[in-house]
């Protein structure tokens, strides 16, 4: 309750709050009911496809969807940063994400995917389904070169806590060659925290504070980022099919 409030002092009072994990899919659920303002997302992270049984998974995927009919379907993708990953870990990955998908597309609920040097073989696995339903490329960390072909899928770029660490050149790099409708705000809270936050965990407020980043960057006002990035979600959720 106290990060739902402090976010609210902040101006943020709506949440697109994703699982990890399929044991967080009933908690998920609760605090739909408590909170009026959360928007859900099912579905299993790449870290932990090696946790549950993937038709099980899968099955419980199905059921939380039908009884969700606006929630979106992640955080879905897959994780190659880790250099030791087996062949057969891989695979895992490419079984879970492929069949999320499937899911998603089923549904025809947006996505919201996880990538770590993993952008290209997404991109493959997303055009060879032809997935067409958009979603969220979360804590985009690519390229203007490999966001072009997602942009013209529907997706938008997660922009979010990263830009409040001194050291994120690589982002504002990419912020130059990005249009309005582009971007999407974000925070990856509990994650991503950086030393400017004076607290050890991130919150949903400090999306107040990457609206007031991006404002100063485009020489305008943080109402008008939060304008914007309300109008891109909103075209993600609602599109004219």
């Known amino acids: 309750p106290e990060v739902i409030q402090a976010a609210f002092a902040s101006g943020v009072d709506r949440f697109i709050v994703p699982c990890s ?3 967080d899919f009933q908690a998920l659920a609760r605090l739909t009911v408590e909170y009026s303002g ?7 992270h790449p870290f932990y496809a090696s946790e549950a049984e993937l038709p099980i998974a899968l099955d419980q995927l199905q059921h939380s969807l039908a009884a969700h009919p606006q929630a979106l379907v ?4 897959l994780d190659f940063a880790d250099k030791s990953l087996s062949l057969a870990q891989r695979q895992q990955q490419h079984a879970y994400f492929e069949a999320q998908l499937h899911i998603a597309q089923e549904h025809q609920r947006p996505v919201i995917l996880h990538h770590r040097q993993s ?3 997404m991109l493959k696995t997303v055009q060879a389904q ?3 339903c958009g979603g969220f490329l979360h804590g985009y960390s690519g390229s203007i070169e490999q966001a072009r072909p997602w942009l013209q899928l529907g997706f938008k770029l997660g922009l979010g806590s990263v830009l409040l660490k001194p050291n994120a050149r ?6 130059l060659h990005l249009k309005h409708s582009d971007y999407v705000l974000e925070t990856d809270a509990p994650y991503m925290v950086s030393s400017s936050m004076n607290q050890a965990y991130n919150e949903p407020k400090f999306v107040r504070a990457v609206a007031e980043t991006l404002a100063e960057f485009y020489q305008c006002s943080w109402e008008e980022i939060a304008t914007y ?8 959720l609602n ?3």
């Open 74 to 77: 992640g955080e879905i993708g």
């Open 229 to 236: 990035s309300n109008e891109n979600i909103a075209s993600v």
């Open 38 to 44: 959360i928007l859900p997302a099912f579905g299993v």
């Open 170 to 175: 690589k982002v504002f790099q990419l912020l």
């Open 239 to 241: 599109p004219s099919r």
């Open 21 to 23: 994990h399929v044991h």
């Open 119 to 121: 952008l290209d073989a």
């Open 130 to 132: 032809s997935f067409d």
